[in-house]
């Protein structure tokens, strides 16, 4: 029987039984006056305790965001971790913040001190900041940057965004947009502002000159692109121009046919399918331990007219190839098992409905997890006993086990489903909350406000 007809009647004959113990839902947070976004990153801290978020505006964004804020998850009090002074729509901004996994740190965007109407925050122009939960709003910089030629090895050209920590703190991986090739593009009008993804650790140090005081940041990390991205990948091949949607593999890697140990970032990349059309699909990047070694494509820190390359026993490699099929296309946040043995992604299965599947970072065959009669809305996130996944399905929040069981067995809604958007779902590190945004209208206004809601397990 077809899976889509098969899932819509388990979804009819579960509406004629008795309904669904549903678990309580707490609402943290409850100023009206801002957005409380956690925008899909590590937002619990290490104990459980406490939720990150960022207080992004909607004309701004992450660039109106005037702080970095914690709600307590038991008592439901709110503590400012970092605010920009007189913030404005246009940056300087502070968010898409991520808690330590063992430490009482965050990190989090800062867009550039100078900002104006005329230069505001970019995608080319932010950084990470780290800030001591101890200390709150003592920010130390955690990535180089340097746009004055000659470039400095292990600082970046441009702007970083979406900070997350390995699972043993040791490394911090982010997407990246460079200030030097966006400036190329302008001059070229070839499409040179390309995301791409790099990593930072403190093995090695940074030797940076600040030659440029309005624009160069001097970090305490060392950074290095680890992605490779051209402006016109060849149909056909596994050349991306696009690299995003990354986090990392596993709690400190994934095991290789030697069962050594490979640091490693999963992520989407944009290739062209034969007959010339941009398709996402999955990719890792094998990391190597030091990232200062020069590799094949040229330098670290890049020339006027090419980007930071990739270091030497920099490996990134295609796991899936949808580019041919009718529904071609993965997308989401990839997110790995913390035994690094599986990655999940969003992919669409045979009948053209979005779906979770998992993959082997080694390769191998997708296997499908979920199998709804209409599209999965969000990315998953693991338990840390790798058995199980929560996402968003029909706006619900929905759990599910990854064993042999038939589907309308191993899934089940948390939550019931609701008119209100549901988005960012996180599962604190000892498995018994998970936290997510609900869009709640605002008293005598047409508009919402996203605010911090729990469920306990």
């Excluded at 200062?292 to 190839?321: A, D, I, Y």
């Excluded at 041919?324 to 992604?345: H, L, M, N, W």
């Excluded at 065959?365 to 809305?377: A, D, I, K, S």
Aim: proline share 7%; glycine share 8%.
């Amino acid at each position: 029987m077809n899976t889509r007809i098969l899932a819509a009647i388990i979804l009819i004959l579960g509406a004629c039984t008795a309904p669904e113990p549903y678990l309580k839902e707490i609402q943290l947070t409850h100023d009206q006056t801002k957005n409380h976004d956690l925008d899909n990153n590590d937002n619990f801290s290490p104990d459980g305790k406490w939720l990150v978020y960022d207080t992004r505006t909607g004309i701004g964004g992450i660039g109106g965001s005037p702080s970095v804020e914690r709600v307590n998850i038991e008592t439901g009090k709110t503590e400012v971790l970092f605010e920009v002074p007189d913030n404005k729509d246009y940056g300087p901004g502070a968010g898409a913040v991520s808690y330590h996994p063992i430490e009482n740190k965050v990190i989090f965007i800062h867009g550039l001190p100078v900002c104006t109407e005329k230069n505001p925050y970019q995608q080319w122009r932010r950084t990470g900041v780290i800030v001591n939960v101890d200390h709150p709003g003592v920010a130390i910089n955690m990535d180089s940057r340097d746009i004055t030629y000659p470039f400095t090895t292990g600082a970046l050209r441009g702007g970083t965004h979406r900070h997350e920590w390995s699972r043993d703190g040791k490394w911090v991986g982010y997407t990246y947009n460079d200030a030097i090739m966006k400036k190329l593009e302008d001059s070229t009008s070839v499409k040179w502002n390309l995301r791409t993804i790099a990593v930072s650790n403190q093995k090695h140090k940074v030797l940076l000159k600040n030659d440029s005081p309005d624009e160069t940041v001097i970090g305490n990390w060392f950074s290095a692109v680890v992605v490779r991205v051209v402006p016109n990948p060849q149909p056909g091949s596994d050349d991306i121009s696009n690299a995003a949607s990354d986090s990392w593999i596993g709690t400190c890697g994934y095991k290789k046919a030697d069962s050594t140990l490979q640091v490693a970032r999963a992520f989407t990349g944009k290739v062209m399918s034969k007959d010339g059309k941009p398709v996402d699909e999955l990719f890792v990047v094998d990391i190597p331990d030091s990232i200062n070694v020069p590799g094949e494509w040229g330098p670290l820190e890049g020339t006027p007219f090419s980007f930071p390359m990739p270091p030497k026993g920099t490996v990134q490699r295609r796991l899936t190839h949808t580019s041919e099929t009718q529904f071609p296309g993965c997308g989401g946040v990839t997110r790995s098992s913390p035994d690094g043995t599986k990655i999940a992604y969003l992919a669409s299965d045979q009948n053209g409905v979005q779906q979770i599947f998992t993959i082997s970072p080694l390769g191998g065959e997708p296997v499908q997890v979920t199998f709804h009669p209409f599209g999965v809305q969000s990315c998953a996130r693991w338990s840390n006993s790798n058995t199980s996944i929560v996402y968003i399905w029909d706006n619900s929040i929905v759990i599910c086990d990854l064993s042999d069981q038939p589907f309308e067995k191993r899934f089940k809604r948390l939550t019931a489903k609701s008119k209100d958007e549901v988005s960012n779902v996180v599962w604190s590190n000892d498995g018994k909350t998970i936290g997510f945004n609900r869009s709640v209208p605002v008293e005598g206004g047409k508009e919402s406000k996203k605010q911090v809601f729990i469920v306990r397990l």
